[in-house]
């Protein structure tokens, strides 16, 4: 993979459904999802113009799960409901060991002295949601959850700044891609009505009579209002080492040793919601709690103070 200077247009409708002849979420798309997927090993290297970066994953499985992240029945991974055209899928990513290790460029502007980033994890997990519309198969929302047992990571000064020039250089690609999705963003959101569909009866899950009320509150039980992404890690022990006597051409001297700071979190979590317009409500966010109806009138009284100087 290589990083964009200008982010590419949106893919489109899904290739499924266009090789299969048909345009809207059907039977192609159905077979496609419930397929479990093994791979022994995977390796992705990303070039940069700043860095080089590779992930490399040991036993890969992909599977289909249903809104209680549990594997079951094919037809409860899924949730359509006719009236809004929109039908949710999950599916869970699961690993026995992660290992990325990322290094500067020979014509990137790192410190020639910085040393190789390297993470090397355990057992993992992402849990993915999506939300597409029937007619076309395009994505409305998407919810992506990146969950992590105990880690331990050792870093050394020179990486810590390394790491930072490496988040840099990449700040401005991700700056461009965000601005082409929230372009987009106000015209994904609409609901269509679907085309009429023979597959429609079929993809309702066990558990949900035909009620069409039923069926729309089970939609709304386990419905993402907006894309979001995640990240939980149970146990994290980082540890971050002076190593700036290992640069003093391989001699110690008086008072040169380094030294060392441990920082232990638990059950740390990131949540980010890219679309979310300031002042709208967050009740419907993982970790919503009474603290942001503050927080929440605080940004209204903002947001109706900029919104009345834009109109002077």
């Given at each position: 993979?290589?990083?964009?200077?200008?982010?590419?247009?949106?893919?489109?409708?899904?290739?499924?459904?266009?090789?299969?002849?048909?345009?809207?979420?059907?039977?192609?798309?159905?077979?496609?999802?419930?397929?479990?997927?093994?791979?022994?090993?995977?390796?992705?290297?990303?070039?940069?113009?700043?860095?080089?970066?590779?992930?490399?994953?040991?036993?890969?499985?992909?599977?289909?799960?249903?809104?209680?992240?549990?594997?079951?029945?094919?037809?409860?991974?899924?949730?359509?409901?006719?009236?809004?055209?929109?039908?949710?899928?999950?599916?869970?990513?699961?690993?026995?060991?992660?290992?990325?290790?990322?290094?500067?460029?020979?014509?990137?502007?790192?410190?020639?002295?910085?040393?190789?980033?390297?993470?090397?994890?355990?057992?993992?997990?992402?849990?993915?949601?999506?939300?597409?519309?029937?007619?076309?198969?395009?994505?409305?929302?998407?919810?992506?959850?990146?969950?992590?047992?105990?880690?331990?990571?050792?870093?050394?000064?020179?990486?810590?700044?390394?790491?930072?020039?490496?988040?840099?250089?990449?700040?401005?690609?991700?700056?461009?891609?965000?601005?082409?999705r929230k372009s987009l963003a106000p015209e994904s959101?609409?609901?269509?009505?679907?085309?009429?569909?023979?597959?429609?009866?079929?993809?309702?899950p066990f558990g949900v009579g035909p009620n069409a009320?039923?069926?729309?509150?089970?939609?709304?039980?386990?419905?993402?209002?907006?894309?979001?992404?995640?990240?939980?890690?149970?146990?994290?022990?980082?540890?971050?080492?002076?190593?700036?006597?290992?640069?003093?051409?391989?001699?110690?001297?008086?008072?040169?040793?380094?030294?060392?700071?441990?920082?232990?979190?638990?059950?740390?979590?990131?949540?980010?919601?890219?679309?979310?317009?300031?002042?709208?409500?967050?009740?419907?966010?993982?970790?919503?709690?009474?603290?942001?109806?503050?927080?929440?009138?605080?940004?209204?009284?903002?947001?109706?103070?900029?919104?009345?100087?834009?109109?002077?």
């Amino acid at each position: 993979m290589r990083t964009c200077e200008e982010p590419r247009p949106p893919n489109g409708q899904s290739p499924i459904a266009l090789a299969a002849g048909q345009s809207e979420y059907g039977f192609a798309e159905k077979v496609v999802e419930g397929m479990f997927i093994v791979v022994n090993s995977i390796t992705i290297k990303i070039h940069s113009k700043a860095f080089h970066a590779s992930f490399e994953l040991w036993q890969l499985q992909g599977y289909s799960v249903n809104p209680n992240w549990q594997q079951s029945d094919l037809r409860l991974t899924r949730i359509t409901d006719p009236q809004r055209g929109e039908v949710l899928t999950f599916k869970e990513l699961t690993w026995q060991t992660l290992r990325i290790e990322a290094d500067a460029t020979d014509n990137g502007d790192q410190d020639p002295v910085t040393t190789p980033l390297r993470l090397i994890t355990n057992q993992g997990r992402i849990q993915i949601s999506l939300k597409r519309r029937t007619k076309d198969c395009n994505v409305v929302a998407s919810k992506l959850m990146f969950l992590l047992d105990d880690l331990l990571w050792v870093l050394t000064d020179s990486q810590l700044k390394a790491m930072m020039k490496y988040a840099e250089s990449l700040s401005e690609a991700m700056e461009k891609s965000a601005q082409q999705r929230k372009s987009l963003a106000p015209e994904s959101v609409q609901i269509t009505p679907p085309a009429p569909s023979t597959q429609q009866s079929w993809s309702q899950p066990f558990g949900v009579g035909p009620n069409a009320s039923s069926i729309s509150q089970y939609f709304d039980k386990h419905d993402m209002k907006e894309s979001s992404y995640h990240l939980l890690i149970s146990r994290l022990d980082l540890h971050i080492c002076d190593d700036s006597h290992t640069r003093e051409s391989g001699t110690l001297k008086h008072g040169m040793l380094g030294g060392a700071i441990q920082l232990t979190f638990r059950r740390m979590a990131f949540d980010y919601y890219p679309f979310h317009r300031a002042g709208d409500a967050c009740k419907h966010w993982v970790r919503y709690s009474e603290a942001m109806e503050a927080r929440g009138q605080w940004a209204k009284k903002l947001v109706s103070e900029f919104q009345s100087k834009m109109e002077k």
